[in-house]
């Protein structure tokens, strides 16, 4: 072959020019890519689609101090049309074959919505409505619709445009409803549901990615741990935290009072949400189950559910008089509706409630504390909404018997006189997504407690949660929302939204759906004032402290375990021992129980002095009313260093500036009841 002269320098030239053509092309964005300089806009997005109606830069970076800014919408439902059995709440978050496929009706809601049967039981209408989405949305969403989606991702982009950084995706689900309901295009099986929930806000994340260019250049993030959303928001994107919510996670349904899950379900259950992401959950929703027995709902909800109860459980709530100042919600008297009755066996009745007893007689079960217990283990968040009084206040024993901070209330389900306690513990609290005017009240009503504790403040949105939201103020309101409006932060400018030929006013719509967070926000500040929402722009700071606490916490040794002991007296029975050992041999179902006496004490010797400031005191139903903590070096001299005059049983926890102990005594001075005193366990942790 002859070789051509010059050929080669030409060949690396031409490739050396290539090269750098290429080098060009990456460098420089596409038509429509986004820039260095708008990095918040997609490459492409896709068409037609939903508006965003905000313009200019998300903020991105921390403070001065190095915390996070932004808000946290603590409680969302991003997959519940997934739920349910599929059917019930229509729409999707996002669809490949785009918005007129993802924002439409359920098809057994056509033409005028009179089998929109779930509307109709749980508002009392009719269900008639327009079910037409895009491009019209007569009449959805709505904040008055309980069943059409709420959360399309642009929504949600609109939400995280106009300053929200953190979202928990509950996900969420009921086997009972699921399986009453008429339409449905899948199983009922609970744990089934929220493996599809995940995965499908996986694909949410991958259908964005794609949108910005690939894998991690969306906007929509999900995170596995608190450094992880640190990261994300410092990059001024959305951290979204993946939660449970609902009535028999891993199986755990009671029928008849007769628990149908083991403690290896629980354990199974528990690695595999871990696995799957997820990093806080209810142990109980709507109905009583093996773990936890529930906080009612009310009126003709309340009836509703209670029917649903005795469909899951065979037994319809049951309520006593309350021991202490915490109640459940009242359940009330009002009669089934005939959609209700028709799904209870001939004969049934949903039973009528005496108004002086509103809390449920079922708490947390050894099931339900075996799960909590596995949550701190696994180093995830408890949310105690939900929980009845009974169950939440030993759910609060045990976690603060191990000081372990993880402790959520995330939308208003909770007890409010337990705020303090949340706090106390270094938990986080948000409010259900109110009205302005309600939202402010219980936002001032609290605001010396954040003070206190030097926290931010959280909402709740429980969008196609189907609980319902903020109607309009009005537009002839005194001081209604002035479009375009500035973000918290400043540095957005947000219009009213449009989806389709639909345009949204927060002052005549209400929040319709996820996407008008923002302009609720400013109703907020015009009703509440700046320091309202400034307390909620520390938000996401607060919540992931809380987070990052719980990741960090460190189980403390329990000294006393196995330790020589020693009492007053024990009570003599033939069958069983009740012997001072058996309060420090690791199991609640042995005790020392005292003669039925006042003055008994039992004494622990650790074997050393070594430094001790806390004690824990698991009460058989033979509690101290009026009791001490001693410690002494040599076994002689006794040294008072915690005392009440007012337990009231369950799980103590004695707290104290850490004493150099060989030898722990709790001496009993008055008995909470005509027996003596009892301890399934006590336990001695360092100072």
């Known amino acids: 072959m002859t070789r051509l002269p010059h050929a080669r320098p030409r060949i690396v030239t031409l490739l050396i020019s290539l090269l750098a053509l290429a080098a060009a092309m990456l460098a420089s964005p596409a038509p429509g890519a986004a820039s260095g300089a708008d990095w918040w806009e997609p490459v492409s997005r896709p068409a037609p689609d939903s508006r965003i109606d905000v313009t200019g830069e998300p903020f991105r970076g921390t403070d001065a101090q190095g915390r996070v800014r932004g808000f946290v919408d603590a409680h969302n439902h991003l997959m519940s049309n997934e739920a349910f059995g599929g059917r019930l709440i229509c729409g999707k978050t996002f669809s490949e ?53 709420q959360n399309y991702y642009a929504w949600v982009e609109r939400a995280w445009r106009g300053g929200q950084r953190v979202l928990v995706n509950d996900l969420v689900t009921n086997g009972v409803i699921c399986s009453v309901y008429f339409f449905k295009d899948r199983s009922c099986d609970e744990m089934t549901s929220i493996r599809l929930q995940a995965q499908k806000t996986y694909d949410l994340q991958a259908y964005v990615d794609r949108m910005y260019g690939g894998p991690g250049r969306g906007w929509f993030r999900i ?21 449970v919510e609902t009535s028999e996670p891993f199986g755990c349904k009671q029928i008849l009072d007769v628990a149908q899950c083991s403690r290896d379900d629980i354990d199974r259950g528990l690695d595999e949400l871990h696995r799957l992401g997820v990093r806080s959950m209810f142990l109980c929703h709507k109905f009583d189950n093996a773990l936890c027995g529930v906080r009612f709902d009310e009126g003709g909800l309340g009836t509703a559910i209670n029917a649903g109860q005795f469909l899951s459980t065979g037994t319809f709530w049951q309520t006593e008089r309350c021991a202490g100042p915490q109640h459940d919600n009242p359940i009330g008297l009002a009669p089934a509706t005939a959609s209700v009755q028709q799904q209870l066996p001939p004969g049934v009745t949903v039973p009528s409630y005496a108004g002086d007893a509103q809390c449920n007689t079922r708490g947390l079960t050894e099931l339900g504390e075996y799960a909590v217990r596995g949550l701190m283990k696994r180093k995830m968040m408890l949310e105690v909404d939900h929980m009845s009084v009974k169950a939440a206040g030993r759910a609060f024993d045990v976690l603060e018997s ?32 109110h009205g302005a005017e309600g939202f402010s ?66 002052n005549t719509d209400g929040a319709a759906h996820d996407g008008l967070v923002p302009d609720w926000l400013e109703d907020v500040r015009l009703v509440g004032g700046q320091d309202v929402v400034d307390d909620l722009f520390r938000g996401a700071e607060s919540y992931l402290t809380t987070w990052g606490a ?9 000294l ?40 008994q004490w039992l004494r622990i010797d650790l074997g050393a002095t070594t430094l001790v400031g806390r004690v824990t005191l698991d009460w058989e139903r033979a509690f101290g009313r009026s009791y001490r903590i001693e410690v002494s070096t040599d076994g002689a001299t ?20 850490g004493v150099p102990a060989r030898q722990v005594r709790v001496h009993g001075l008055q008995r909470g009841t005509s027996w003596g005193y009892s301890l399934h366990e006590l336990g001695v942790y360092g100072g």
């Not at 429980?462 to 319902?468: A, L």
């Open 97 to 149: 074959a785009g918005v007129a496929d993802a924002l439409k009706d359920c098809p057994e809601h056509y033409p005028d919505g009179s089998l929109a049967f779930f509307d109709l039981i749980t508002k009392g209408g009719d269900g008639r409505h327009d079910p037409a989405g895009w491009p019209t949305f007569a009449d959805w969403p709505a904040h008055d619709s309980l069943t059409h989606q």
């Open 402 to 433: 191990q000081s372990y901070p993880g402790v959520l209330s995330s939308h208003s389900w909770m007890d409010l006189d337990w705020t303090e306690r949340v706090y106390r513990l270094g938990g986080f609290v948000a409010q259900y997504m």
């Open 550 to 558: 719980a990741e960090q916490h460190r189980a403390t040794v329990n």
């Open 638 to 657: 006794w040294q008072p260093v915690w005392a009440t005059a007012d337990g009231d049983g369950g799980l103590d926890t004695a707290r104290f500036a």
């Open 223 to 243: 995170v596995t741990d608190s450094a992880q959303a640190r990261e994300v928001v410092r990059q001024g994107k959305l951290a979204v935290v993946l939660g």
């Open 441 to 506: 009240a219980e936002a001032g009503r609290t605001d010396a407690l954040r003070d206190k504790y030097r926290v931010g403040y959280g909402y709740g949105t429980d969008m196609n949660g189907v609980g319902g939201w903020p109607g309009p103020r009005g537009a002839d309101t005194a001081n209604p929302v002035r479009y375009p409006f500035r973000s918290a932060d400043g540095g957005s400018l947000i219009d009213r939204q449009t989806t389709g030929s639909r345009t949204w006013d927060l």
């Open 560 to 599: 006393a375990a196995g330790a020589p002991a020693a009492a007053s007296s024990s009570e003599w029975n033939p069958f069983t021992s009740y012997a001072p050992g058996r309060a420090v041999d690791g199991s609640t179902a042995t005790r020392w129980a005292s003669d039925w006496s006042d003055d």
